[in-house]
């Protein structure tokens, strides 16, 4: 697998961001498997870069729980678990949540305006089947109303916890109906919105959120191998 990686290199030097951000698409697509070794030394032939940058991605990537680094044997890509899926979906939910209803009074029309067409657009990328767009474009709609919250420090919470929650988010999106469920919610989000009932734009925020994880959970579950 590690032979048929490839990123495009525009400068001589990539950056270690830049280097964990193509690893961690890598994963996401499923070109590295769950369990999967990346071997740090093919890996840094393939991408034509030294160890050091590889081996600061691969301490981000850790940190981001998309890979475990176990000693004498190197980095290995951590499996999809669903006890922090789980937490993190009860995290975020609660945050996020909490964002919305902080948002209510500060909305202005053209802040709604702007949550049309963020929906809109992903109406637009359902027929492209384009899931890392659809995950960004839906992370946008999201991050209007954390922004217009005004609490300084539960949007450096929320972004903190989004680096952690990438992998988890796309592979929900990426289940049958997750796209539909998504733009419905978000349409009753808006409305919310519109009418100004924090209660309700709290509640829907969370639903928007829980149902990514409850779907993605019931995955797990379903495909966990039997045990022994």
Do not use: W
């Amino acid at each position: 697998m590690i032979k048929d990686f490839k990123i495009k290199i525009e400068e001589p030097k990539l950056l270690s961001e830049d280097i964990a951000d193509s690893i961690k698409r890598a994963i996401i697509k499923g070109k590295f498997k769950p369990g999967e070794k990346i071997s740090e030394g093919e890996l840094a032939e393939s991408m034509g870069i030294s160890r050091t940058p590889l081996r600061e991605a691969f301490r981000k990537l850790e940190n981001e729980g998309f890979i475990e680094i176990i000693p004498r044997k190197g980095a290995v890509v951590t499996e999809i678990d669903a006890k922090e899926a789980y937490d993190l979906y009860q995290i975020k939910s609660a945050l996020e949540g909490l964002a919305a209803r902080l948002a209510v009074g500060k909305v202005k029309e053209k802040d709604i305006e702007k949550l049309k067409k963020i929906n809109a657009e992903l109406s637009e990328t359902i027929e492209e089947y384009d899931l890392e767009s659809f995950y960004r474009t839906h992370c946008r709609f999201h991050e209007v109303f954390v922004k217009i919250s005004g609490n300084n420090r539960l949007i450096h919470l929320i972004s903190n916890l989004n680096d952690h929650f990438q992998r988890y988010g796309i592979a929900s999106l990426a289940l049958p109906g997750q796209y539909e469920n998504t733009i419905r919610q978000h349409e009753e989000i808006i409305d919310a919105f519109q009418r100004g009932d924090e209660r309700n734009v709290e509640e829907k925020v969370r639903e928007n959120v829980l149902t990514g994880g409850s779907v993605l959970i019931d995955h797990l579950a379903r495909t966990a191998p039997s045990p022994k």
